[in-house]
C-alpha cells in the first residue's frame, strides 16, 4: 500500500474520513499528530462508520489504517 497526501482547509475541518469500504471486517484507524502523538485510534467494523476532524488542531496529521494485516499511512494537512 502507498501513501498519500490529503490538504484539508476549514470548511473541511467539519467534514469526516471516510477511509474504509469494508463489510465483514474490522479496520482500526489511528491518527497521529506531528510529533508522533496518537491523538485519536478507532476501530471501524461498519462501512458507513466516519471519524470527524473537528476536534483535532491545524498541523500535520498521520492516518494510520490497518485492516487484515495490511497497513496503509496518509499525511493530512489541517489548515484553520
Known amino acids: 500500500m502507498r501513501s498519500r497526501d490529503t490538504e484539508l482547509n476549514e470548511p473541511d475541518m467539519q467534514k469526516i474520513i471516510r477511509l474504509?469500504?469494508?463489510k465483514d471486517n474490522t479496520v482500526n484507524?489511528?491518527?497521529?499528530?506531528f510529533t508522533g502523538e496518537?491523538?485519536?485510534n478507532k476501530n471501524i467494523?461498519?462501512?458507513?462508520?466516519?471519524?470527524?476532524?473537528?476536534?483535532?488542531?491545524?498541523?500535520?496529521h498521520?492516518?494510520?489504517t490497518t485492516m487484515k494485516g495490511l497497513?496503509?499511512?496518509?499525511?493530512i494537512y489541517l489548515l484553520r
Open 45 to 60: 467494523t461498519n462501512a458507513k462508520e466516519t471519524i470527524s476532524l473537528s476536534k483535532l488542531r491545524s498541523g500535520i
Open 20 to 22: 474504509v469500504e469494508t
Open 71 to 75: 497497513t496503509e499511512t496518509k499525511t
Open 29 to 33: 484507524i489511528s491518527i497521529y499528530n
Open 38 to 40: 496518537r491523538v485519536l
Open 62 to 64: 498521520f492516518v494510520k
